[in-house]
């Protein structure tokens, strides 16, 4: 049977997919069996995708493995870090396959970057909001609070902590604590 080719865009979807997998099939010391072959084939038909551990250190070894592997079944060598290798089959009967995108639900609203956000009650309602109505919804709500509406602060007094003339805050400390001492308020003991 032939390799099956994926392309870049491809493999590095399945190589993503594959991250939190763990390794299904565990290859030791007697090589690829027909056994470990026939395990394989089994687990790529329930996964489509999965990864092999390979026992040894020979590299070129794994890398013959990786192709028999892939020849005998008609599968796509993903990657192969160290001494695991990921591989992928797609499931020609299977409903859902790890390559096709996510859709998103048809009845999700799409917002435009103009458009203000409208929360789900109002837009189950069929209303809407608008930027104006935005304005002047906030404008009445600074009125109500007694804020300048040139600046859209609260207008109060402002005084400086430590500056000549202006009052400390009567915050109660403990004699003595460094919180006490703050900069340029401590008190010389004469």
Do not use: W
Request: hydrophobic fraction near 35%; glycine fraction near 6%; charged fraction near 30%.
């Amino acid at each position: 049977m032939p390799k099956l080719a994926i392309t870049s865009q491809e493999r590095s979807a399945l190589r993503a997919a594959a991250h939190p997998l763990r390794p299904v099939v565990l290859i030791g010391d007697r090589g690829l069996t027909e056994s470990v072959l026939k395990e394989i084939d089994l687990n790529l038909k329930a996964h489509q995708l999965m990864k092999v551990r390979i026992a040894g250190d020979d590299r070129e070894a794994r890398v013959a493995m990786m192709e028999t592997i892939c020849e005998t079944l008609s599968c796509a060598d993903v990657h192969h870090l160290g001494k695991t290798l990921i591989i992928y089959r797609p499931d020609p009967d299977a409903h859902v396959s790890i390559l096709a995108p996510h859709k998103e639900a048809p009845t999700r609203a799409v917002r435009k970057p103009a458009e203000p956000y409208t929360p789900k009650k109002l837009a189950a309602t069929g209303q809407t909001r608008t930027r104006r109505d935005e304005k002047t919804r906030k404008a009445q709500a600074r009125e109500a609070r007694g804020t300048a509406p040139e600046t859209g602060f609260e207008s109060r007094p402002r005084t400086r902590i430590g500056a000549k003339g202006a009052a400390a805050p009567r915050i109660p400390r403990r004699s003595g604590s460094t919180l006490s001492l703050r900069a340029g308020l401590r008190r010389r003991k004469d």
